[in-house]
Structure formats: structure tokens, C-alpha cells
């Protein structure tokens, strides 16, 4: 330790310090990234094979693939159940709405337009509109138009517009 003095011991703990963090930290986090790497080259190696099997499918089959997406008309009752019991999970008021029934000028699409007004706080509102789309994948989000009484007021009124895209008869 005279030798080195306490700069040389202070050195020589630091190298042994490098030399521990270097084994216990950066040996697993390389073994992670090679893992991670191999992951991304079979979602690749995946994604590959369904593009090429994807175009290699006659036009007839890609538009029946397209339409095997959407719900038939049976289950448009069930997507305006799940929009209101998104909304009483949320403690939103809905009050009555619009529900109009237009189909596509091309193709087999059905759709039906909803414009629902909504009563409670902002955050809830997005986490209800949030909820509504992720579990009904064929519902679209229109538009929103929001509205609020009183600077102070907790919460907002807001008109959501969507439009549920459904099989129709073929």
C-alpha cells in the first residue's frame, strides 16, 4: 500500500469494481440482446413467409380474407351492449342516442352509425372511447365534439360519433 498509496488502492478497487459489473451486469445484458435479436429475425423470417403467401393468394381469396374480419349482423347487438357497459364501467352517463343503419355503396359492408352523448369526466371519456375500439375491432371512431358548461365544471359533455362496419346479407 506505500508502494501505490491510497490513489494506486483506490485504482486498483475501481478495476476490481469494472471487472464485477462488467460479469454481473453486462454478460446477461448481451446474452438478452442476442435473444432479443434472435426473436426480431423470426418475426421477420415470419412476416416474410405471410407476404409471400399473402400475394401469392388470388385476388377472390385477399377479399374474402377481408371480409372474414368483420362480424355478421348478429353480433350488432352485442357491440352496443359492450359500448354500454364500457361506458357504466367508466360511471359515464349515456344518454339517448343515434343509431342509423346506411349500407356501402361497394361491397358487402354494412355499416351503422352511432352518435352517442356522453356526460362525465375527460380522462374517463378517453378510457371509455379507448375501451370501446379495442373490443370491437370493426367499430371506427368518427369524430368527437366536446362541450363544457362552466370553466370550472368537473366534467364535459361530448358527442361521439362512430360507425360499426358489419356484414351484410350476400
Known amino acids: ?13 475501481l478495476a476490481v469494481l469494472g471487472v464485477v459489473f462488467h460479469f454481473r451486469e453486462m454478460v446477461p445484458l448481451r446474452e438478452r440482446l442476442a435473444q432479443v435479436r434472435h426473436e426480431a429475425n423470426d418475426l421477420r ?4 413467409v405471410r407476404r409471400t403467401v399473402s400475394t ?8 374474402a380474407e377481408f371480409y372474414e374480419f368483420f362480424p355478421d349482423g348478429n353480433a350488432m347487438a352485442d357491440t352496443i351492449d359492450s359500448l354500454h357497459a364500457a361506458a357504466a364501467q367508466e360511471n359515464l352517463v349515456l344518454e ?4 342509423r343503419l346506411a349500407p356501402e355503396s361497394v361491397g ?3 355499416r351503422y352509425d352511432i352518435v352517442l ?19 370491437n375491432p370493426s367499430l371506427a371512431l ?3 365534439s366536446f362541450n363544457r358548461q362552466a370553466a370550472m365544471a368537473i366534467g364535459v359533455d361530448a358527442q361521439v360519433r362512430m360507425t360499426l362496419y358489419f356484414m351484410g346479407a350476400q
Open 1 to 13: 500500500m506505500r508502494a501505490i498509496g491510497w490513489p494506486g488502492v483506490a485504482a486498483v478497487a
Open 56 to 63: 401469392a393468394a388470388d385476388p377472390a381469396g385477399r377479399l
Open 117 to 135: 352523448p356522453v356526460k362525465g369526466p375527460y380522462p374517463r371519456l378517453r378510457r371509455f372511447i379507448a375501451r370501446a375500439l379495442r373490443e
Open 108 to 110: 358487402r359492408l354494412m
Open 45 to 48: 423470417a415470419k412476416v416474410a
Open 96 to 99: 339517448q342516442g343515434e343509431y
Open 142 to 144: 368518427e369524430g368527437v
